[in-house]
C-alpha cells in the first residue's frame, strides 16, 4: 500500500488505541495490582478478543449488527453491564489491591478477564468495518493491504497495554500510602461505571 496511507494509518490508529478505554483500563488495574509481567496474560486475553471480533467483523457480523438495532443493542448492554460489574467489584475492593470475586492469581484467570472485557464491546466490531476499509486502496491487492494493516494495528494495540501496564507498575509503589488503595480502587470503579455507561448510551 501507499506509504502515505500507511503512514496516516499508524498516526490515527497510534490516538485511538491509545485512549482509555476498557481494556486500557484493565491494563492499568492489573499492573498495579499484579505488576507489568504477569499482566502479559491478561495483554494475550484481550488481544484474543479483538482478533475475534475483527474476525466476525470480515464474516459480516458488522453488517448484522449494522442493520439490526435489538441486536446491537442487547450485545451493548450485556457489555455495559459486565463493565459496570467490574466496577462494583473495584468499589468493594476497599484497602486491598485485589477485586473480590475476581482472582487474578492464575495466568489463565487473567487471560479469560481480558479476553471477557475485550468480547464486551461490540463496537470494536463496527469500528473494524468502518475504519479498517478507508486505508485499503481498492486499486491494489487486497491481502497484503489487510495483513498490513492488522498487524499494525494490534502491534500499536500492544504497545499501549504494555504502556500502560507498566504504568500501572510504576503506581503501586505509590499506592503504599494509607488511604491511596482505597481511592485507586474507586477510580478504577468510576472509570468502568464511566466506560459502561458510554457504552450503553453509544449509537451505532
Same mark, same amino acid.
Given at each position: 500500500?501507499?506509504?502515505?496511507?500507511?503512514?496516516?494509518?499508524?498516526?490515527?490508529?497510534?490516538?485511538?488505541?491509545?485512549?482509555?478505554?476498557?481494556?486500557?483500563?484493565?491494563?492499568?488495574?492489573?499492573?498495579?495490582?499484579?505488576?507489568?509481567?504477569?499482566?502479559?496474560?491478561?495483554? &494475550?486475553? /484481550?488481544?484474543?478478543? !479483538?482478533? *475475534?471480533?475483527?474476525? $466476525? #467483523?470480515?464474516?459480516?457480523?458488522?453488517?448484522?449488527? =449494522? %442493520?439490526?438495532?435489538?441486536?446491537?443493542?442487547?450485545?451493548?448492554?450485556?457489555?455495559?453491564?459486565?463493565?459496570?460489574?467490574?466496577?462494583?467489584?473495584?468499589?468493594?475492593?476497599?484497602?486491598?489491591?485485589?477485586?473480590?470475586?475476581?482472582?487474578?492469581?492464575? &495466568?489463565? /484467570?487473567?487471560?479469560? !478477564?481480558? *479476553?471477557?472485557?475485550? $468480547? #464486551?464491546?461490540?463496537?470494536?466490531?463496527?469500528?473494524? =468495518? %468502518?475504519?479498517?476499509?478507508?486505508?485499503?486502496?481498492?486499486?491494489?491487492?487486497?491481502?497484503?493491504?489487510?495483513?498490513?494493516?492488522?498487524?499494525?494495528?494490534?502491534?500499536?494495540?500492544?504497545?499501549?497495554?504494555?504502556?500502560?501496564?507498566?504504568?500501572?507498575?510504576?503506581? /503501586?509503589?505509590?499506592?503504599?500510602?494509607?488511604?491511596?488503595?482505597? #481511592?485507586?480502587?474507586?477510580?478504577?470503579?468510576?472509570?468502568?461505571?464511566?466506560?459502561?455507561?458510554?457504552?450503553?448510551?453509544?449509537?451505532?
Amino acid at each position: 500500500m501507499h506509504l502515505e496511507l500507511w503512514l496516516a494509518f499508524v498516526a490515527t490508529t497510534f490516538f485511538i488505541s491509545g485512549t482509555p478505554g476498557p481494556n486500557m483500563l484493565l491494563m492499568l488495574s492489573h499492573g498495579t495490582r499484579y505488576g507489568w509481567q504477569p499482566t502479559l496474560s491478561t495483554m &494475550a486475553g /484481550a488481544l484474543t478478543g !479483538l482478533a *475475534l471480533l475483527f474476525t $466476525l #467483523s470480515a464474516f459480516g457480523l458488522a453488517a448484522i449488527l =449494522a %442493520a439490526s438495532a435489538k441486536l446491537f443493542l442487547l450485545l451493548k448492554l450485556v457489555g455495559a453491564a459486565y463493565l459496570i460489574y467490574l466496577g462494583i467489584q473495584c468499589w468493594r475492593a476497599g484497602d486491598t489491591l485485589e477485586e473480590p470475586n475476581i482472582r487474578g492469581d492464575s &495466568a489463565w /484467570a487473567r487471560y479469560r !478477564l481480558g *479476553l471477557t472485557v475485550a $468480547l #464486551s464491546n461490540p463496537k470494536a466490531i463496527l469500528f473494524a =468495518a %468502518a475504519f479498517l476499509p478507508q486505508f485499503v486502496d481498492p486499486k491494489l491487492a487486497q491481502g497484503p493491504q489487510w495483513a498490513l494493516l492488522l498487524l499494525t494495528f494490534f502491534v500499536i494495540e500492544a504497545g499501549w497495554q504494555v504502556a500502560y501496564a507498566a504504568g500501572g507498575t510504576r503506581l /503501586a509503589a505509590w499506592l503504599h500510602r494509607p488511604g491511596r488503595i482505597r #481511592s485507586f480502587n474507586r477510580f478504577c470503579g468510576t472509570a468502568f461505571f464511566a466506560v459502561g455507561g458510554m457504552l450503553a448510551l453509544a449509537r451505532r
